[in-house]
C-alpha cells in the first residue's frame, strides 16, 4: 500500500482503508479559524499530534477542537464497538472525553511511543502500526457487536436487536455501554442521524433523506441535529 499522502496544506483532511480490519486512518492539518464540528458517529479514534498520543471515546453531542494553524493530527478511527477491546479500558469512561493514552497505558510506555512516532517520516503510518501491534496482543471484540451495528444501522428496534444477538434488552444494554460508550437507544439515534446526513451529501432533499433514514418526518430530523450537532442540517451540509 502507498504511504498515506502528507496532506500538509491547511485545511485539509484524508482519509484511507487500515491495515486493521474495520478502521481508517486520517491525517489533517489545522488551518486558520478550522473548528470543524465532529459530530458523533459511535466510533472511538486513536489520536497523535507532535509531542502527544490521545483517544478521543464515543461523543454524544458535537465536539469542536482548537488548535493553531499548522498544526498535524493523524488518527486511527475503530469501527464502532472494537476499541475498548484494544485500548483495555470500557467505552463508557470514555464518553465524551479526550483521554491522554498515558492515562490509560502508563507514563513511560506512552512516553516511548509517542516518541517512535513523532521520529517516523510519516507518523500515520506508525500510529497505525502502533493499532495494529496492539490489537494483534488483545483479544478480538465479540463478533456480536458488529451485528448490533448493523441492525441498529437498518433501523431494527432494540428488542429485534436483542433477540438477533441472543441477548436480552438488559444484557444488550449494559454490552453496549462498556462497548459503544452508551445505550443501543443512543446509539441507534447516532447511527440514524449519520444515515441521513449521508443521504443530504449525497443531494437527497431533506424531507426525504429524513423517512429513508427512519425519522418520522423532517422535523424530527431537524431537532436530532440540533440536539446531536449543535447547529442545522443547512449548516453541517455547508460545512
Known amino acids: 500500500m502507498a504511504a498515506e499522502p502528507r496532506g ?7 482519509e484511507r482503508a487500515s ?5 481508517v486512518v486520517w491525517t489533517r492539518t489545522a488551518g486558520a479559524g478550522d473548528a470543524a464540528p465532529v459530530l458523533p458517529d459511535g466510533c472511538m479514534d486513536l489520536l497523535w499530534t507532535e509531542g502527544r498520543l490521545f483517544v478521543a471515546g464515543p461523543d454524544t453531542r458535537a465536539h469542536t477542537s482548537h488548535a493553531d494553524a499548522g498544526t498535524r493530527f493523524a488518527g486511527v478511527r475503530f469501527f464502532p464497538g472494537t476499541a475498548p477491546a484494544y485500548l483495555g479500558v470500557p467505552a463508557h469512561a470514555l464518553r465524551d472525553r479526550r ?3 498515558a492515562d490509560l497505558w502508563g507514563a513511560a510506555r506512552v512516553r516511548r511511543l509517542t516518541e517512535r512516532v513523532d521520529a517516523a517520516a510519516d507518523p500515520a503510518a506508525a500510529l497505525e502500526a502502533l493499532a495494529v501491534g496492539r490489537a494483534a496482543d488483545a483479544e478480538p471484540p465479540d463478533p456480536r457487536l458488529r451485528a448490533v451495528v448493523a441492525a ?31 445505550g443501543p437507544k443512543t446509539l441507534a439515534r447516532v447511527l440514524r442521524l449519520q444515515r441521513a446526513l449521508d443521504l443530504a451529501r449525497d443531494g437527497t432533499p431533506a424531507a426525504a433523506a429524513a423517512l429513508l433514514a427512519g425519522y ?6 431537524a431537532r436530532d441535529v440540533r440536539d446531536l450537532a449543535g447547529t442545522t442540517l443547512g449548516g453541517l451540509l455547508r460545512g
Do not use: I, K, M, N
Not at 500538509?8 to 484524508?14: I, K, L, N, S, V
Not at 432494540?158 to 449494559?174: C, F, I, K, M, N
Open 19 to 23: 491495515r486493521l480490519g474495520g478502521a
Open 152 to 182: 441498529l444501522s437498518e433501523g431494527r428496534s432494540v428488542a429485534s436487536t436483542a433477540d438477533a444477538t441472543g441477548w436480552s434488552e438488559r444484557q444488550l444494554h449494559r454490552r453496549a455501554l462498556g462497548a459503544f460508550g452508551y
Open 216 to 221: 418520522a418526518d423532517q422535523a424530527h430530523l
Open 99 to 101: 483521554v491522554d493514552l
Open 8 to 14: 500538509d496544506e491547511p485545511g485539509r483532511y484524508r
